[in-house]
């Protein structure tokens, strides 16, 4: 049993069962501290939600100087992808540049692109247009959503996953979900260059929690998206990163 007071954790998440969240939960419980709604008295505050309702929460609990992981500001802002580009590319962070922006069903075909909605969320839209008729495909299932275009990244169909959880860093492969077939998943460990971009990303966002897409580019590894509280899953030692990180924050 920790011999301080115990910390009070409230949880607005989505899936407060998550992996992620269950073990960080199993540690501090057994260390003797407490979760409780988010309607009570909280020492820190985890988000991992990116709704509405869920950043309102958020906001209650900053009011009244609550810490929380990540904040409702830094986890509502990293849902537009446009303000996420632009606050990378001001931080000196090598980000796949926007090509253009607006609805779908009224902008022109421009080459290969990658096309994604302009606001991040559940079953949103990324998919990659290489010919005018996949494009005609997208925009008649799509007509209405504001998205923006970059040109693709040549890879090899791999996606660079980097998560960092109060300054750890944990990483894997991933298929790329622009490449047909199934999911899958295989071990790696990124380099000095690859380690310090998805550092330096916390900062610039506002994030403790978060993570890093990368790909590998003509001229280095590129950043493509940054996702606060993202699911990390089948990385050991995660659970302990961020339990150690709430104790931290309560405790400050």
């Not at 989505?14 to 419980?29: C, N, S, T």
């Not at 505050?45 to 929380?68: C, I, S, T």
């Not at 990658?114 to 247009?129: H, I, M, N, Q, T």
């Amino acid at each position: 049993m920790n011999a301080r007071r115990p910390v009070r954790v409230a949880l607005i998440a989505r899936e407060p069962d998550h992996p992620l969240l269950a073990g960080a939960r199993e540690l501090l419980e057994a260390d003797g501290h407490l979760f409780v709604p988010d309607d009570q008295h909280a020492d820190v505050v985890l988000l991992k939600a990116r709704n509405q309702d869920a950043l309102q929460r958020a906001e209650y609990h900053q009011r009244f100087g609550v810490p929380v992981l990540n904040s409702a500001a830094a986890t509502g802002r990293c849902q537009d992808r446009d303000w996420m580009e632009r606050t990378a590319r001001a931080a000196g962070l090598p980000f796949a540049p926007i090509l253009g922006r607006g609805v779908l069903g009224q902008l022109p075909w421009d080459g290969p692109v990658v096309v994604k909605s302009l606001r991040s969320r559940k079953e949103d839209l990324v998919a990659r247009a290489d010919t005018p008729a996949q494009w005609r495909a997208l925009a008649e299932r799509w007509p209405g959503e504001p998205v923006l275009t970059q040109r693709p990244v040549d890879g090899d169909g791999w996606d660079r996953k980097v998560w960092v959880v109060g300054g750890r860093v944990f990483a894997e492969q991933r298929r790329s979900e622009l490449v047909p077939g199934a999911p899958e998943r295989r071990p790696w460990a990124p380099d000095d260059r690859e380690r310090a971009i998805a550092l330096a990303a916390g900062p610039a966002f506002g994030l403790q929690v978060y993570g890093v897409d990368l790909l590998p580019g003509p001229d280095g590894p590129v950043a493509v998206d940054v996702n606060a509280f993202p699911g990390v899953r089948h990385q050991p030692g995660a659970p302990e990163a961020l339990a150690a990180l709430v104790l931290r924050t309560a405790r400050r």
